[in-house]
């Protein structure tokens, strides 16, 4: 099928990516009774290959999952071991048994938890925009080099762009780096986005969050 969107259906990519964050940070608010905004500081198209610079290969902590109806593909959530931490503490306040490097079994579990909020959240997202369902598998939690996660996550898929949302969570007075790679089925993203009737008010199902901005 061809992959042209009508320009006037563009901006629904932007509205996709802060509909998901503005989920997560409702999530998260209501996971940890902690205030929680997300700052999207920029949404991005990469080509795949650009995507594996933009990941590097430094250690970070991946929680990935497969959506298992359209736009199908995988979300990849990344964040500095550091930040996953402070993450983990609004919910394990007290808990430093993870503090000489690497994580303890509570530390594991609560971002795990974590994880399974945000990646819910942020599918929601996208399903209000796309007006559809999205199905998804069990979020599973990675601590290791960039190019490891991706070997976990099934390896690189066969599509040619992802998304990637740069973005901070800020929770409890802690500041969290938060990416967000999106590798939907591009023939399946693009039947959705052309099924939308662009003279219907997505707004009404987009509500917009003072904590999310573009930079």
């Known amino acids: ?26 999530s998260l608010s209501q996971m940890t009774g902690i ?23 430094e250690k970070q902590v991946g929680i990935h999952v497969q959506l298992t109806e359209s736009p199908n593909g995988y979300v990849l959530f990344l964040l500095p071991p550091a930040d996953s931490k402070r993450l983990a503490q609004l919910m394990l306040p007290g808990d430093n048994a993870g503090a000489e490097g690497g994580f303890s079994d509570m530390e594991r579990s609560a971002i795990q938890e974590i ?16 007006d559809t369902t999205i199905d998804m598998g069990t979020p599973e939690f990675t601590y290791g080099p960039a ?27 802690e500041d969290i780096d938060l990416t967000v790679y999106t590798f939907p089925q591009l023939c399946d993203l693009v039947e959705l986005v052309q099924q939308i009737d662009i003279e219907t008010d997505i707004h009404e199902d987009t509500v917009a969050s003072e904590g999310l901005t573009d930079g």
Not at 115 to 128: E, K, P, R
Not at 150 to 167: A, C, H, N, R, T
């Open 1 to 26: 099928m061809s992959l042209q969107v009508d320009v006037r259906k563009l901006d629904l990519f932007n509205k996709i990516s802060k509909e998901g964050s503005r989920q997560v940070a409702d």
């Open 35 to 57: 205030d929680a905004e997300i700052q999207v500081s920029k949404i991005n198209l990469l080509a795949m290959d650009d995507v594996k610079t933009h990941l590097g290969d």
């Open 147 to 173: 190019h490891q996660i991706i070997q976990k996550m099934g390896g690189w898929p066969d599509e040619d762009i992802v998304f990637v949302l740069d973005s901070e969570i800020t929770a409890g007075g």
């Open 115 to 130: 994880g399974n909020i945000m990646t819910s959240g942020y599918i929601d997202g996208w399903a209000n925009v796309l």
